[in-house]
């Protein structure tokens, strides 16, 4: 990546970063405009006829596509709690609660997961589901890389970019997600790595991708919000399916009430690792920084 220093790093005060980058990708937006659908198709989340049976064909999906193993394994490790925590998120209708385009696993309300930011000592797991990365991102858009190059004039223009300039270096793990394995096998990874940590997670995905990693993620104790992308999404099985290796033809987006709920939420992260690391002794001031595959 040319330009080392995330944006947010050359600003003084988190609000003027964002102004500052949001007046950059307006001018950019005007001089070499990325390609998107021109009008919302505003599509149904799940057609009704993938919803029917969707917790069975969930597993069924999981098990036969778990090469790894990892998955498995990891449920197999504590088979009583996680089975019970499976059974009763199959009869559950509904594995989450529901704020706006939040998806809320295993927390009572946004409040619940707001005061999990503000604790020194929650990992904070960012993914970007690659349907939403551009067309034209300079890193490919079925991969789990992000160069998010800041003079760079698409990453200049993408949100993902902008969410990644925006977070703070430390005891944050973002993610760049292909598959619904990658992304647990990933949580699975946080949670070893960071054993005293809480790790709580937000992620990016199609409302059928939400629902079917729901119930898996609330089975394993997974804390965090799902958000739910909006524009061309994938809401039956074979669309899903196709996405899965790297068939998306369509272009995702996070609505932009959505973003800027997801900015909030950032900066109430950034702002209390900021506190913390200028306290010595402060667990998340001991500046863990994670680089994953793609994240420099
Ligand atoms: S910020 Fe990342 S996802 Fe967005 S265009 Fe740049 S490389 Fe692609």
Redesign the pocket.
């Known amino acids: 990546m040319k330009n080392q220093a995330k944006f947010w790093q050359r600003h003084d005060d988190w609000r003027k970063a964002e102004q500052a980058w949001d007046a950059r990708a307006e001018k950019l937006a005007a001089d070499t405009p990325l390609k998107t659908f021109k009008t919302n198709p505003r599509l149904p989340g799940i057609r009704s006829k993938t919803r029917k049976n969707l917790s069975w064909k969930t597993l069924s999906y999981l098990h036969h596509h778990d090469y790894s193993g990892k998955l498995g394994r990891y449920f197999w490790r504590r088979p009583l709690k996680h089975g019970w925590g499976l059974l009763v998120a199959l009869l559950k209708r509904k594995s989450y609660r529901r704020d706006g385009d939040f998806f809320l696993y295993g927390l009572k309300n946004l409040t619940e997961f707001e005061t999990q930011l503000h604790a020194s000592d929650t990992v904070l797991v960012v993914g ?1 589901s690659y349907c939403h ?2 067309f034209e ?3 490919g858009r079925f991969t789990d890389a ?4 800041a003079g ?1 004039p ?2 200049g223009q ?1 949100f ?2 902008k969410c ?1 300039h925006s977070l703070p270096d430390t005891q944050v793990v973002p993610l ?1 997600i292909t598959t619904v394995h990658y992304i647990g096998e990933k949580m699975i990874e946080a949670e070893q790595n960071w054993p005293d940590h809480n790790v709580v997670f937000m992620i990016t995905a199609c409302e059928l991708t939400l629902e079917m990693f729901g119930k898996i993620g609330v089975a394993v104790d997974l804390q965090g919000i799902g958000v739910r992308l909006d524009g061309q999404i994938c809401n039956t099985m074979k669309a899903f399916e196709a996405s899965e290796i790297g068939i998306k033809p369509g272009m995702a987006i996070v609505e932009d009430e959505t973003q800027a709920r997801m900015m909030a939420l950032f900066r109430q992260f950034s702002a209390e690792t900021r506190e913390c690391s200028q306290n010595a002794g402060s667990s998340r001031g001991d500046n863990i920084i994670v680089s994953d595959r793609g994240y420099q």
């Not at 992000?146 to 190059?149: E, G, K, L, S």
């Open positions: 970007f990365k551009p991102c300079p890193a992000c160069i998010h190059d760079d698409v990453c993408c993902i970019g990644v760049f």
